[in-house]
């Protein structure tokens, strides 16, 4: 079985690396990340259309099945057409955890933040109207994060990160919500800038930050098992990274965030 995992850059690796380290994702896996069309959040909806439906192709031409669809971006924009017209393969999709938010915010706010394209979908306005919590959630986009994760520097941009991130939260009373949910699979890379600027701007504030990764893993394994009819698979794990310009940075990002010495990675330009 060949295990497909797509998104427009990096982010999708924060999902990959939840799926092997915590519920022990093993097999081939091929990443495919679009560093060539990075970012995808603050692009023509239709020209995003398009292109994801490529890289779902190039990830089928490789055998892959099921799909994790590890960008909320995507997932938002395609999944109900990729499903419809790909019927063969099982797709996982992406979504911000806010159920899991809604399911514990006893009555206070919750803060959504994800990229341009996401925070106007139907699919995540839908949601929020099926928990019935409308009235409780704010949406913000927060598209630069995509463009610091994607960067070489990231390591050294602390400053300038908690800058950005403390220039959306200011306008917010953090003490008045009871979540903040990164609607991006690229956000939860920076969990702990997120943490410094909520302890410095709002000092006793007990908010949670949750995202979905752990949410999508749980069913990309409930899906492998049914799929493999509860036959034991592969016992090791390698990743082929496919990417979609050529670019050491790319690469180097891929090995900084997966930080999984032992694992065999390889990369392929498609
Ligand atoms: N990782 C993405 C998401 O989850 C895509 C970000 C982007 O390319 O703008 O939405």
Avoid: W
């Avoid at 927060?142 to 050294?156: G, H, P, R, S």
């Avoid at 699979?185 to 504030?205: Q, S």
């Amino acid at each position: 079985m060949k295990i497909g995992f797509f998104d427009s850059g990096l982010g999708g690796l924060t999902v990959l690396k939840e799926s092997i380290i915590n519920e022990n994702l093993k097999g081939e896996i091929y990443y495919l990340g679009d560093n060539k069309n990075t970012p995808y959040g603050i692009k023509d909806e239709e020209f995003v259309k398009k292109i994801i439906e490529e890289n779902i192709n190039t990830l089928m031409d490789y055998g892959c099945n099921p799909i994790v669809i590890a960008c909320n971006t995507a997932t938002s924009l395609s999944i109900k057409y990729l499903r419809e017209k790909y019927n063969k393969i099982v797709f996982i999709g992406t979504e911000p955890a806010v159920k899991v938010a809604a399911d514990n915010h006893m009555h206070k706010k919750i803060l959504v933040l994800a990229t341009s394209i996401t925070v106007k979908q139907e699919k995540l306005l839908n949601l929020i109207d099926k928990l019935n919590i409308k009235d409780c959630v704010e949406l913000l986009p927060a598209d630069k994060l995509v463009e610091f994760a994607e960067d070489i520097n990231c390591n050294k941009l602390g400053k300038e990160i908690n800058n950005y991130i403390e220039s959306l939260l200011i306008n917010y009373n953090l003490n008045e919500y009871s979540h903040i949910v990164l609607g991006c699979t690229h956000f939860p890379l920076f969990y702990d800038n997120f943490k410094e600027v909520i302890a410095k701007l709002y000092p006793n504030c007990n908010i949670s930050i949750v995202d979905g990764a752990k949410g999508i893993s749980l069913n990309l394994i409930k899906n492998i098992k049914e799929m493999n009819n509860e036959k034991s698979t592969q016992d090791d794990v390698n990743i082929h990274i496919i990417y979609t310009k050529e670019s050491e940075t790319f690469k180097i990002r891929v090995k900084q965030i997966l930080n999984l010495p032992k694992i065999n990675i390889d990369y392929k330009l498609h």
